[in-house]
Nanobody
Framework: QVQLVESGGGLVQAGGSLRLSCAASGRTFSSYAMGWFRQAPGKEREFVAAISWSGGSTNYADSVKGRFTISRDNAKNTVYLQMNSLKPEDTAVYYC????????????????WGQGTQVTVSS
């Protein structure tokens, strides 16, 4: 069992930056790939970024490539999402998730989910 708690969301102007954190409970964190997804009002939850259990492999949605960076610190049981050059279309609830299936883009391959943190980007 893995419990995930996101933090770091908030309100920021377009062009600004935020850093999201996701703290995981349990001693098996380092055996899970981790992902970030987001869901805007009226839209489906979509893939943002993922990272392998070792941190050696990352995967990004085209819409955030070059602006967002996913990283992890297995000693701290934490995964991060650094978001730069934010746009109003990045506004959403951001969720972190843990997967035993690798750094997948597919929501159904994630086993555990956090409650989400709101990110709002004003124009």
């Amino acid at each position: 069992q893995v419990q995930l708690v996101e933090s770091g969301g908030g309100l920021v102007q377009a062009g600004g930056s935020l850093r999201l954190s996701c703290a995981a409970s349990g001693r098996t964190f380092s055996s899970y790939a981790m992902g970030w997804f987001r869901q805007a009002p009226g839209k489906e939850r979509e893939f943002v970024a993922a990272i392998s259990w070792s941190g050696g492999s990352t995967n990004y949605a085209d819409s955030v490539k070059g602006r967002f960076t996913i990283s992890r610190d297995n000693a701290k049981n934490t995964v991060y999402l650094q978001m730069n050059s934010l746009k109003p279309e990045d506004t959403a609830v951001y969720y972190c998730a843990a997967s035993k299936h690798g750094s997948s883009r597919y929501r159904l391959e994630y086993d555990y989910w956090g409650q989400g943190t709101q990110v709002t980007v004003s124009s």
